[in-house]
Structures are given as C-alpha cells and as structure tokens.
C-alpha cells in the first residue's frame, strides 16, 4: 500500500487558538474516532513535525503558516487544497488557481468532482459551481499571502472541523468524541504526535535482497555528487556488515534470488554472462552467456525464473515505451531464443508449448500466440479481433486504462486467459476459455480485473463491485464468495489475503481478512489498521502506522503478535521471515 504526501505547518500561532467549535459542511452522524482515523487529518497543537493523515504518520513537512486573527483561523491556498486532497483521494484532485493578472481571486477546482470554488480576499461572498455563499470571514492577504478562512473554505469543501485536547481534526464527517473509547484512544494518537524523535536523514538506501540462515543480503546505494555507488553486503546476526565481492563488473540491479542462489548478470573480458552465488558455500559460478547482451549495447537483464525445473530469464532493450523484450531458455551455457514482444502481458508453459500474450494488443493479427518449444513455430490463437492478457477498465471520467498481471493457465488442453473486443469500447475484461486447436473461446465471467484457477474452479474479483466470485471450467453456476470490495489481494499458502476499508481505496489502510477457499470462510486477520502486509512460507505478517505503530505476525487461529514495537520504514518478506529498516533507527534488521 502508497506514503501520504508530506504537508507542514508552522504552528506558533497556535498555542493562542483557545477552544474552537466543531463546524460542518452539513449534518452528518458522527462516528467514533476509533472508526474515523483511517479518513481524517490530526493535527496537535504541541507540534512535533508529526501529524495523522489517513491513518498514516507523515513526518516531512514544508512551512506553511496558520494564522489567526479575531477568532478566525487562517491557512494557505495549498495547505487547504492539499488537506483536501488526502482526504479526497480517490476522487479526483483539488487544484488551486491563482492567476498574477487577477491577484486578489482564488479558485479550488475538482473537474471529477465537478465542483468549483471561488473566493476573494475581502469578500465574504463565495460562488460553488457560480452559486453565491456567504462565509462568516473573508479571505485576507497577510504579508503578500492569500489566506483563507478555515471555517468557509472547509465547509464549502464538504469538510468538518473539530477541536478536542489540544488535536485538530479534519474530515468528511463528524467525529465522536464523547465517546468513552475515543477518549482512551485520543491519548494513544497524542503520545505518537509528541514524540520528540526525528526521522533519520538517509545517507544510502537499503533495498534488501533476502535473509539466508542467520545472515541478510541486502544492496546499499550510497549517492555522492556525480554518481551512485552500488554495493552488495552481508549482515550476519551480531556482526558487523561484510561487503560481498563478485567476478567481473556486476550489473547490480540485475540481481534476484531464487532457491537459495543469488543470480545477477555480469561481464568478464567484456563478455556478458549469467552467475550465480551460492548462499550456502558463499561461492559464484558461470551459468550461461548471455550473448545478446554487451558493452555499447541497450540491452539488460530482465526477469530470471524457474519453469518446470528449467531456468529461462529477459532480455530488455529501450524504455518501456520504446522498447521491448525477450524470453530465452538456459540451455547449455548458453541462451536459446523462445518469444519476444513489446511487452509481455502474461506466459504459460504446458507440455511442450509456451503460450504468451503481447502487451503490444493493437495488432491485425491478435496478440495471443502458441510457441512450439521444438520446432519454434509461432501460431496465432484466440480471435484476431480480441486482446488477450490484458485487464481494460473505465476511470469515472471517461478514461482507459490498462493493467496485466501475467495470469495465465492451461488446464486439459484449454487456455485461460482475460479478454476483450478491442474494437468495442464499451466491452470490459472478462475471462475466456480458449481451444488453441481452432481458437474458438467461451466467455466464463462478467467483467473481472483479476483472476485465478483453484482445481476445476476459477476464482475472480468483478470488476464492479471488487468481490471474489467463483465458478466453474465452463462458466457454470457462478457464486459470489467474498461480499466486500478486496484490496491489495495476493493469493499465498493457498489462501487469497486482503484489506478492505469503508473508502474502498487501496491508497489508505484497512482491516487484513483472508479467505480459505477450501474451508469456504473468511476470517479477519487483523487486530490494527494494516499499511502493508505479507503473507509467505513462514506466515502471515503486516505494519501498521497509526496510534500503535510495528510489525506484527497473525498466528494460525487468528492472534496478532507485536513483533517490533517501532515505526517500520520498509519491510520486505523473504523464506526466512521478514527484513525491515526503522524510521528513527539505522541499520537493516530481520525477524521470524
């Protein structure tokens, strides 16, 4: 799950703000704060650079000034709209207009929203989408600053404020604060906002690669004035960390690990080759040329992976946009040339066939293609007048977008894959049944984002309402498994995870549930409000960043376990448990 941007306040002023009453853009039931903290802004008075966005701690802040005058409180054009857009996240953004030929108007404009807000320093009068309102102050300009009124502004954009022991709180409704759990709940958040620390000021950053034994690998890149220095260490438990040396002239962001052996690309006598080092022994050895690559040339390695006990890696040239890519076969030292394509949206290999779809979808021949692993023949399958591979969806203001995950399957000689008809517009990603034989297809699924095959069932989010729903190889009695829009869903252990939250948005914290597909339940993992989480062979972890912030373990029945008692900066899971690095602590860090 993303950072919340980073907002500043300058805040002297306000230790004289004495006691400000709620007020509200209407009347709305308040809820808890317990309930509410996931979507509002805390703000302390006594302030310590921290604040709570979204449930999120955010300790970087630029100067604004608040100010006050008469009883009225004052904030900046873009603290206003910024505020506004963290909450608003999700739906569309508040943009703040001021324009040198007109220096005293101000404008705050949401195109998704469709809402438009017009205010002018002096006047107490402000249009909403041209109808006029009138504010109890006026905009004012202080020392060459346009500042707006924080009751009208807030109001006009739909937004509560409230006051309660020292915090400022900001949201689309109101909070109880009367409530006997918002009060314990209020010292919590308060303790987190007063501590003194201060974030580390980073002199490298750690990208961690994996834990094997009692020792973490990790790549740490140090920035001077002209470059990037890029070096690979090892930290075993109590000792201090021993830089890793490896053969020739390692291309460090090639590296990857996979059962056991940390791969990477390096040349040697300007040759470009495949090495592997051996966690174990500690020793790295040749496994392939890599023969398209070389000195002069756009070329680096791309992904490396396992398919049926056989190693095949890509091949990059250009930029994404520009570029494209190949997948080759380790063979005897050497690489051997399987398919290649703008992008690939996804691959399968059955029997002794690959298939793959080309992201490249825009084409007169499909983008779906059957590769013969002997004899190299590359045959067009699906219909032509269909994108494969690929998940089309529309944005609330009219847009396109498009994502793929590289699902794939092939099960009794049948492909499944997502699909669409490119030339329609209006028809979204589904899942297909593809016979490569003669290409006919059976549409499985109404619109779906993302999909997976369970046995003889396949599983899927719907497009429109974000839950899980199942049904079966021919698309048969489809039923509605999850009723809850699922965010940020992994499959693992098999079991699907995932966070959920009123909002619906992956961009903000929610609670941690998983689904057992065998069982036929859900449980709620969680106990906090879940930033990220992790689910993997040694178990089910997550952060949180709010009131009690950490990493924690979710046991077999359901218990959370605090496992570091500190805001986490980065987490990264590994077969061996998790890596992490600490807000206000150096060094890297590992835990089962």
């Known amino acids: 799950m993303n950072k919340s941007k980073s907002i500043a306040l300058l805040l002297s002023?306000?230790?004289?703000?004495?006691?400000?009453?709620?007020?509200?853009?209407?009347?709305?039931?308040?809820?808890?704060?317990?309930?509410?903290?996931?979507?509002?802004?805390?703000i302390p008075q006594n302030f310590q650079g921290k604040a709570y966005i979204n449930g999120q701690m955010a300790n970087n802040f630029s100067d604004y000034r608040i100010v006050q005058r008469?009883?009225?409180?004052?904030?900046?054009?873009r603290l206003m709209s910024t505020l506004a857009n963290e909450l608003d996240r999700g739906q569309g953004t508040w943009q703040a207009i001021w324009q040198p030929k007109n220096p005293d108007d101000v404008m705050l404009v949401n195109y998704e929203l469709k809402k438009t807000i017009k205010l002018k320093v002096n006047?107490?009068?402000?249009?909403?989408?041209?109808?006029?309102?009138?504010?109890?102050?006026?905009?004012?300009?202080?020392?060459?600053q346009i500042m707006l009124p924080l009751k009208g502004t807030a109001e006009a954009l739909g937004k509560n404020i409230q006051w309660s022991d020292g915090l400022l709180l900001m949201g689309s409704a109101p909070v109880d604060l009367q409530d006997a759990k918002s009060e314990a709940l209020k010292d919590r958040i308060k303790t987190q906002l007063s501590d003194p620390r201060k974030p580390l000021e980073i002199s490298a950053d750690i990208s961690p690669l994996t834990r094997y034994g009692n020792a973490i690998y990790y790549i740490k890149r140090t920035y001077t004035k002209n470059d990037t220095i890029e070096q690979i260490f090892k930290k075993t438990d109590g000792q201090k960390e021993v830089q890793i040396q490896l053969p020739g002239k390692p291309q460090i962001t090639s590296l990857q690990v996979l059962n056991g052996k940390l791969y990477y690309a390096t040349y040697i006598n300007n040759q470009a080759e495949l090495h592997a080092l051996d966690l174990k022994t500690q020793k790295s050895q040749k496994?392939?040329?890599?023969?398209?690559?070389?000195?002069?040339?756009?070329?680096?390695?791309?992904?490396?992976?396992?398919?049926?006990?056989?190693?095949?890696?890509?091949?990059?040239?250009?930029?994404?946009?520009?570029?494209?890519?190949?997948?080759y076969k380790v063979d005897q030292g050497g690489l051997k040339a399987i398919a290649s394509a703008k992008s690939f949206a996804g691959y399968v290999k059955s029997g002794d066939y690959l298939y793959n779809a080309d992201f490249n979808f825009m084409t007169e021949i499909g983008n779906l293609v059957r590769v013969s692993l002997k004899t190299g023949e590359q045959k067009p399958i699906g219909q032509p007048e269909f994108a494969y591979g690929v998940y089309r969806h529309q944005d609330s203001q009219g847009g396109v977008g498009y994502s793929s995950n590289n699902t794939m399957y092939v099960k009794d000689g049948y492909l499944y894959t997502l699909g669409y008809k490119e030339a329609d517009p209006n028809d979204q990603s589904a899942v297909y049944k593809i016979n490569p034989t003669d290409s006919t297809q059976t549409k499985l699924t109404p619109p779906a984002s993302r999909f997976w095959m369970i046995g003889s069932e396949v599983y899927y989010i719907d497009a429109e309402s974000g839950y899980l729903s199942k049904t079966n190889l021919n698309g048969a009695t489809p039923e509605t498994v999850v009723s809850r829009k699922m965010l940020n869903v992994q499959f693992a252990n098999g079991s699907f995870y995932y966070t959920s939250n009123e909002a619906g948005k992956d961009s903000i914290p929610g609670d941690l549930y998983q689904y057992d597909p065998s069982a036929g339940k859900e449980f709620k993992r969680s106990d906090k409000s879940v930033t990220s989480f992790y689910a993997g062979k040694t178990g089910l972890y997550y952060v949180s960043n709010g009131y009690e912030p950490g990493l924690y373990k979710v046991d077999a029945k359901g218990s959370n376990a605090r496992l570091v008692n500190d805001r986490i900066r980065d987490a990264f899971l590994t077969d061996e448990g998790m890596i992490y690095t600490l807000v206000y602590k150096d060094g890297i860090y590992s835990v089962k």
Do not use: C
């Not at 000195?295 to 680096?300: E, N, Q, T």
């Open 13 to 42: 002023a306000w230790l004289a703000f004495g006691s400000i009453p709620a007020y509200a853009a209407e009347s709305t039931t308040p809820e808890p704060l317990s309930k509410a903290f996931d979507h509002i802004v805390i």
């Open 70 to 77: 008469e009883g009225r409180v004052y904030v900046p054009i």
């Open 123 to 144: 006047s107490t009068t402000m249009k909403i989408n041209n109808e006029p309102r009138e504010m109890d102050a006026a905009p004012q300009k202080i020392d060459g």
């Open 287 to 327: 496994i392939s040329s890599l023969k398209p690559m070389g000195p002069g040339k756009d070329l680096y390695l791309g992904s490396i992976e396992y398919i049926d006990n056989e190693l095949y890696v890509t091949l990059r040239t250009g930029e994404v946009i520009m570029g494209s890519v190949s997948l």
